[in-house]
C-alpha cells in the first residue's frame, strides 16, 4: 500500500475486498472522528465509544456501494453527523452514574505533558484545557457542530455545508460566531 493513496482510492479498494485498505483508512481518521463524537455529546465516554463504532459498522456495511462523489472524509463525517443527530433524536432516558465525580473520564487527564515541565504550567496548562473544552460545549449546537467538522474533521466550508444540510453562508457564519466565543472565552482566563 503506498503512503499517498487517496482515502477515496483506498476505500474503493476496501469495498473490493482489500483488508488493509480498511485498517489505512481507519489509523488516518479514527482520532477525528472519535473526537468530533465525543465532542458533540460532552463528558459520555461510553456513548461516544459505541456511536465510533456505529460510525465504522456503516463504513463496513457500505463499502460495496461506495461511490466518489465526495471526499472521502465528507462522507465519512455526514455518517458521523448523523449518528450524532440520531442520538440527540431520541428519547431521553434519565442514567444516573455511579461514577459521578470521578476525574477517571476527564479528558483534561489524558494531555500529556513533558517530564521537564515545572507543576505550575501543567495545572495552567489542564485549566486552559478544560476550560476550552467547556467552551466548546458551551456552543450552541450548529455552531459547535461547525467547528468540531473543520477542527477535528478538517472539512472546508463547503463539506461542513454538505454535511450539515446547510448553506455555505450559514456555515461561514456558525464558524465565525464559535471561534469568536472561544477566542473571548480563553481571553476571560488570561
Known sequence: MEAEDSDEALMLRYGAGD????????SRHRGGVY???????????????????????????????????????????????????????????????????DDEDDPVQDIP????????RIAQAREQAARLLALVESLPQAQRQAFLLHEEGGLSVDEIAAVTG?????????????????????????
Open 113 to 120: 505533558a513533558p517530564a521537564t515541565v515545572q507543576p505550575e
Open 35 to 101: 473526537r468530533y463524537i465525543a465532542r458533540q455529546l460532552g463528558r459520555d465516554r461510553h456513548l461516544a465509544d459505541e456511536l465510533f463504532q456505529d460510525v465504522w459498522m456503516s463504513l463496513v456495511s457500505a463499502r460495496g456501494g461506495y461511490k466518489p462523489t465526495a471526499r472521502f472524509a465528507t462522507w465519512l463525517y455526514t455518517i458521523a453527523h448523523n449518528r450524532v443527530i440520531d442520538h440527540h433524536r431520541r428519547p431521553r432516558l434519565v442514567e444516573l452514574s455511579a461514577h459521578a465525580g
Open 166 to 190: 446547510t448553506d455555505r453562508e450559514a456555515v461561514k457564519s456558525r464558524l465565525r460566531y464559535a471561534v469568536s466565543k472561544l477566542r473571548q472565552g480563553m481571553e476571560d482566563l488570561a
Open 19 to 26: 483488508a488493509g485498505a480498511f485498517d489505512a483508512l481507519y
